[in-house]
């Protein structure tokens, strides 16, 4: 089929960031329907979609042009001043050395010229025009815009200053019309200069969109940019339509007069041949020892570590390691796994925390002896296929963790040994998926806010859900988008475009140049990133890896310290027995707070339910524990084939030892892969295409493969029927299976915080705090965990704690860097004045040792109202009364000392460095006035460490709370089933009146609190009215309701409030107070007061006794004069005459709301009324 002979040179896609409507795949194809030989793509001032864009063109058998549009300043890029004039430049890279010049150009635009937009000047053109093309720009050119100025003289000038930088082929101006008064005026001056010059011209129609109808998705665009509506006059707009991919018929109508023109569009293209995606790897140049080569050398090391590992090397690992060797090498890979093994040792040598491996490397052999992961393959049956398959060549994947707080060192280690140049992070796009197309599109429509929120949350709440896969799903979003189809048509033309970019968390890329060699960089916020993604790098064969921090590596390390300092052990973390029966039995009890993956309530139910007693069932429970096979029933089967409740079935003999790890199930995506081996005589490499391919779901790949393995089922003497009931089993799986490399990697850290917690709960409990030091939530719970394992937690106290949380005794002080709004500095200045002098006797002397910079009054008066000081004679009213004598003291003894002068206090207490007390005893008289209340100190507490650590104001209700039937903590409601009623009491903590987005009335956000937990309840109106006159801060009250699902997300919709004080009153719930009394009966003294007790307690609840009468119970029914009011007083009263939990008090609920409130609260579980 013929091509068109014109080609569009000057394109916009959507990586002009909400200045075009049109993605790159959208484009190409519209070029290859519209027969265009080439096309450029030349976004503003970046070339983030170069390396998805000849990806794309060259599928589609178009030719790509990688450009740019760049801005460029008519001063110099240094000077940032609205003042100089910024002009547009169309650039074209004609072969590989315009395109490394087209890189540096944008890039240093970025770093050197950024203010408001990346800007190069006519210098750094200077320095880096060698192989680009240059077309003169749209109507924001230089030579357009002196033209409409009236500047003829500088249109000659600037025309003629560009032909001779870029070389008279390589310099064209441009003619666009898009039928604008401006164009008309200034196109014929245009071309009469360029004729007068004998510089050529160029058509182009500076394309924003793809068809004419796409114009109003661009004009929506430019209102997101600007925060205005379309109804706004003062709008930023094209103001034409026809800023479109026009075909060859409508362009070759634009400028008949100069047929030239549009003829040089094909002349360009063809002079242009830039393709940006080589197959070519560009690795970092690894310096080898010794004169050997890469692989060489990657051998020795290997060959080096066997025995480290090994006890034997048996021939299975010889012929294993000399396989992936050959491999590596094969695919050119040796200086990759020596560049990761560099920096792997360096983390290592100086004590930086590695993790034991992530993904599918933890499946290679030669990684597990470099160190780069820590799991043996061998042992756990993981396939080096998975990581780095010999049938399909593409870079290798290593992820790797490293202490979270010593990240950034491993990555300055690379910085410094490969060059600042030549390392960088990476860059992404946030692109505008579904709800935020909408929700966009319908800002700018002018769409009310609750009406737009009832849209956006129609939408089903699937990860990366499309709007048509959400039309599909939701009957709701249908009824939307029928009574308003034109909002829906423009949000799914704006749905994927990219709204901005951002960087990579922990991405870098190592190039053996300058990066911008290879690829352009861009400045977001301060920081630089190429301006390709990962993808994008992978594809133009450079080296990326995340440089991953993980918490948990960090807690470990802090763990072993701990363990270090107080039992005076070195624990290598990595050589600690696999089969420690304390550990097994905390992970089958679900006790598993703080430890790595498994803290949720499903991991623990999970946990619970299968028992695990080996680790390969820990990498099964990660495997697991996912969407799929919890909904598929896979769990059940591998829990009752366990347990031996059920026989384990296999699909076919030959499966058995590849299967019974798993009881039959096939739950791991290498299993699927040895499967397709077995069976089917697939190598690994190819069996890895075949996962890929299930994956993918391609029905014409599907129907190959599945033919491919019935000819080798038969070859290997299986039934047919069999072999299609195996591979369509196959299939099935491996929607669910997972990478058992990457589970048995994090089962491993998974196991590791397990034993340390079973083994060292002090130790680990200690660093389980300090690693979330600053999440008072998760503190609070941490705290209740270290409760119920029977450990103390002490306040923090000037003269013991540390910075982090540390063991005392068989307690855990408090760490000072965990009090609130107490900086590094004052937290350093506080523990070095101990160390140097020792204990701290008193205020006085406190206030003159730390130093008082770091040390002011705020700081002072939080170490004060946490209990920092309470080691000091005062009580906390008294040092808070004495802070500013205290401060300035010791500002002033500081002072002093500074100047070589002592005052008569210092030379009787022994100078200004003595340790006996700094301050003469009397410095400062406290006054005598009483401690704060205890509810006072309480409040002090939860302000300066976010939570209450001495007591909680709800422990003097716990008596009567934990006696009324079916009330749970709020700590338990993450675990509740969807659809069960609950039944919480707690103390509010904050009322947050909002309007209600649908009806506009006022509702409240209430965050409720009690000793194990907090949580955020909805009220709507109706509840909130009920309520408003006892929802105050401090006030206990109880709460009822439903747990509600949407879309996979648990919701609490509120029925009901009380206050506790009205629990039983005239408004309150129905009870029966139930009194179990003593086994042996009661005597007549206990009868006597048990009466006297209910009727000192009058109210309108009955009372109901247990009495035991030859080994059963007999209940009596108190008559009315017994009737109680439920209080705490009365359940202590009866318990300390009855024994401990005599007494219960059985509720029942009141009746749901009507259904006008169901509707409510159906509403509050999607997010609004």
């Known amino acids: 089929m013929p091509h068109a002979d014109f080609v569009h040179l000057h394109v916009h896609s959507h990586y002009s960031l909400l200045d075009a409507a049109a993605t790159v795949p959208q484009l190409v194809k519209a070029a290859s329907k519209l027969k265009m030989p080439a096309m450029a793509l030349t976004d503003h001032g970046a070339m983030y979609g170069a390396v998805e864009f000849c990806q794309k063109a060259s599928k589609e058998g178009v030719k790509p042009i990688v450009g740019c549009e760049v801005y460029v300043t008519e001063g110099s890029r240094r000077v940032m001043s609205r003042n100089q004039a910024v002009h547009h430049l169309t650039l074209l890279a004609k072969n590989q050395v315009g395109y490394q010049n087209l890189c540096r150009l944008v890039s240093l635009a970025f770093t050197e010229g950024f203010y408001f937009r990346p800007r190069m000047d006519e210098e750094l053109l200077g320095e880096s025009h060698e192989g680009i093309i240059a077309l003169s720009g749209?109507?924001?050119?230089?030579?357009?815009?002196?033209?409409?100025?009236?500047?003829?003289?500088?249109?000659?000038?600037?025309?003629?200053?560009?032909?001779?930088?870029?070389?008279?082929?390589?310099?064209?101006?441009?003619?666009?019309?898009?039928?604008?008064?401006?164009?008309?005026?200034?196109?014929?001056?245009?071309?009469?200069?360029?004729?007068?010059?004998?510089?050529?011209?160029?058509?182009?129609?500076?394309?924003?969109?793809?068809?004419?109808?796409?114009?109003?998705?661009?004009?929506?665009?430019?209102?997101?940019?600007?925060?205005?509506?379309?109804?706004?006059?003062?709008?930023?707009?094209?103001?034409?339509?026809?800023?479109?991919?026009?075909?060859?018929?409508?362009?070759?109508?634009?400028?008949?007069?100069?047929?030239?023109?549009?003829?040089?569009?094909?002349?360009?293209?063809?002079?242009?041949?830039?393709?940006?995606?080589?197959?070519?790897?560009?690795?970092?140049?690894?310096?080898?020892p010794g004169g050997r080569t890469s692989a060489e050398y990657l051998r020795v090391l290997c060959d080096q570590a066997l025995p480290t590992r090994y006890e034997e090397t048996t021939e299975d690992i010889r012929k294993r390691l000399d396989f992936e060797l050959s491999v590596i090498e094969k695919m050119g890979f040796p200086a990759y796994f020596l560049i990761v093994w560099d920096f792997i040792h360096h983390a290592r040598s100086k004590g930086i925390s590695v993790g034991p491996g992530r993904g599918s490397a933890a499946g290679s052999l030669v990684a597990y002896l470099l160190g780069i992961t820590n799991i043996d393959p061998l042992k756990y049956s993981l396939v080096f296929e998975r990581f780095l398959n010999p049938e399909r060549v593409s870079m290798p994947d290593i992820d790797i963790d490293f202490d979270f707080e010593r990240r950034s060192e491993v990555v300055q280690y690379v910085v410094e040994k490969y060059g600042r140049d030549n390392v960088s992070k990476i860059a992404t796009f946030n692109l505008l998926k579904a709800k935020a197309a909408l929700k966009d599109a319908a800002r700018v429509r002018g769409v009310e806010f609750s009406l737009s929120n009832k849209i956006s949350k129609a939408i089903p709440e699937e990860l990366n859900i499309t709007l048509a896969q959400a039309l599909e799903q939701s009957a709701e979003l249908r009824q939307f988008a029928a009574?308003?189809?034109?909002?829906?048509?423009?949000?799914?033309?704006?749905?994927?475009m990219a709204r901005n970019t951002s960087i990579h968390a922990a991405g870098i890329v190592i190039a053996p140049d300058k990066i911008w060699k290879y690829a352009p960089l861009a400045k977001n916020k301060d920081e630089l990133a190429t301006q390709f993604d990962m993808k994008s790098l992978d594809e133009i064969g450079l080296l990326k890896m995340d440089f991953l921090g993980l918490?948990?590596?960090?807690?470990?390390?802090?763990?072993?310290?701990?363990?270090?300092?107080?039992?005076?052990?070195?624990?290598?973390?990595?050589?600690?027995?696999?089969?420690?029966?304390?550990?097994y039995r905390l992970l089958a009890a679900g006790d598993t707070v703080g430890v790595f993956q498994f803290e949720s309530s499903g991991f623990k139910e999970l946990l619970k339910r299968l028992k695990p007693t080996v680790f390969e069932d820990l990498i099964a429970v990660i495997a697991l524990y996912r969407p799929?096979?919890?909904g598929s029933g896979m769990v059940d089967d591998f829990i009752d084939g366990k347990h031996g409740k059920k026989k384990v079935v296999y699909p076919h003999a030959k499966l058995e030892g590849i299967l019974k790890e798993t009881y039959g199930v096939m739950l791991y995506q290498e299993q699927v892969m040895q499967c397709a081996s077995i069976m089917a005589g697939y190598s690994l490499g190819e069996a890895d295409q075949l996962r890929r391919a299930m994956g993918k779901k391609k029905p014409?790949?599907?129907?190959?493969?599945?033919?491919?393995?019935?000819?080798?089922?038969?070859?290997?003497?299986?039934?047919?029927?069999?072999?299609?009931?195996?591979?369509?089993?196959?299939?099935?799986?491996?929607?669910?299976?997972?990478?058992?490399?990457?589970?048995?990697?994090?089962?491993?850290?998974?196991?590791?915080?397990?034993?340390?917690?079973?083994?060292?709960?002090?130790?680990?409990?200690?660093?389980?705090?300090?690693?979330d030091r600053d999440d008072t939530d998760r503190i609070a719970s941490f705290i209740e965990e270290c409760r119920r394992m029977g450990i103390s937690i002490l306040p923090p106290d000037v003269n013991e704690s540390d910075t982090n949380f540390t063991v005392v005794g068989k307690a855990i002080r408090f760490g000072l860097s965990a009090i609130k709004g107490i900086g590094d500095s004052a937290v350093s200045s506080v523990i070095q004045a101990r160390e140097r002098h020792g204990p701290f006797p008193n205020m006085e002397t406190f206030c003159r040792r730390v130093d008082s910079r770091a040390v002011n009054k705020r700081i002072l008066e939080s170490l004060i109202k946490c209990g920092a000081l309470s080691s000091f004679p005062q009580n906390r009213a008294q040092l808070l009364a004495a802070v500013e004598l205290a401060i300035s003291l010791g500002q002033d003894s500081q002072r002093n000392e500074s100047v070589g002068q002592m005052t008569l206090a210092d030379l009787l207490s022994g100078g200004a460095g003595s340790s006996e007390g700094g301050f003469g005893v009397g410095q400062i008289s406290y006054p005598e006035i009483p401690e704060f209340p205890e509810r006072s100190l309480l409040n002090f507490e939860r302000e300066t460490l976010g939570l209450y650590l001495s007591g909680h104001p709800m422990l003097g209700f716990q008596p009567l709370l934990d006696r009324i039937t079916g009330i749970s903590t709020l700590a338990d409601l993450p675990g509740m089933a969807e659809d069960s009623q609950f039944v919480v009491a707690g103390m509010v903590k904050s009322v947050r009146k909002v309007r209600s987005k649908s009806s506009g009335k006022e509702m409240a956000i209430v965050m409720l609190e009690d000793v194990r937990g907090s949580v955020e309840l909805p009220l709507f109106s109706e509840r909130f009215e009920e309520a408003k006159s006892y929802l105050k801060e401090d006030t206990v009250v109880l709460v009822w309701g439903t747990i509600q699902n949407r879309n996979g997300e648990k919701r609490l919709s509120p029925d009901g409030t009380l206050p506790?004080?009205?629990?039983?009153?005239?408004?309150?719930?129905?009870?029966?107070?139930?009194?179990?009394?003593?086994?042996?009966?009661?005597?007549?003294?206990?009868a006597a007061r048990m009466k006297n007790i209910l009727l000192n307690h009058r109210g309108r609840h009955p009372v109901e006794v247990f009495v035991p009468v030859r080994?059963?119970?007999?209940?009596?029914?108190?008559?009315?004069?017994?009737k109680v009011s439920p209080k705490a007083e009365l359940v202590t009263a009866l318990e300390e005459l009855l024994g401990e939990r005599a007494v219960t008090i059985q509720v029942a609920l009141p009746e749901r709301p009507p259904s006008r409130h169901r509707f409510a609260a159906a509403a509050a579980a999607r997010g609004g009324e």
């Open 483 to 496: 009574q308003d189809p034109k909002l829906f048509e423009i949000a799914q033309k704006l749905e994927g």
């Open 138 to 288: 749209c109507q924001s050119g230089k030579i357009f815009q002196y033209l409409l100025a009236g500047r003829q003289d500088d249109a000659v000038a600037a025309a003629k200053a560009y032909r001779e930088l870029f070389g008279e082929e390589n310099f064209y101006l441009e003619l666009c019309d898009h039928g604008l008064d401006k164009q008309k005026l200034v196109m014929p001056q245009l071309i009469e200069l360029g004729k007068t010059l004998g510089i050529p011209f160029v058509l182009t129609n500076d394309s924003h969109y793809v068809s004419a109808d796409d114009h109003e998705a661009q004009d929506h665009l430019f209102c997101i940019t600007a925060g205005r509506m379309l109804s706004d006059e003062r709008r930023p707009k094209l103001d034409s339509t026809e800023y479109y991919l026009k075909s060859a018929e409508e362009m070759r109508k634009l400028f008949p007069e100069v047929p030239e023109a549009y003829a040089n569009t094909v002349r360009i293209a063809s002079m242009c041949n830039v393709d940006v995606t080589t197959k070519q790897k560009y690795l970092p140049k690894f310096d080898v």
């Open 1060 to 1086: 506790l004080e009205g629990l039983f009153g005239e408004k309150g719930w129905k009870a029966s107070v139930c009194v179990q009394t003593p086994r042996a009966g009661l005597s007549k003294d206990q």
């Open 551 to 583: 918490k948990t590596l960090t807690l470990i390390d802090n763990a072993l310290d701990n363990i270090r300092k107080r039992r005076k052990v070195e624990l290598d973390i990595g050589r600690i027995p696999m089969d420690d029966k304390r550990t």
């Open 628 to 630: 799929g096979p919890l």
């Open 1111 to 1122: 080994d059963q119970l007999v209940v009596v029914r108190l008559g009315k004069e017994f």
């Open 700 to 771: 014409d790949e599907m129907e190959r493969q599945r033919a491919r393995f019935l000819d080798g089922a038969k070859a290997n003497d299986v039934d047919p029927q069999n072999a299609e009931t195996i591979f369509n089993l196959m299939q099935k799986f491996a929607d669910y299976g997972f990478n058992k490399s990457h589970s048995a990697a994090y089962a491993l850290i998974s196991y590791q915080t397990a034993y340390l917690k079973a083994n060292f709960p002090h130790e680990f409990m200690a660093a389980v705090l300090t690693n």
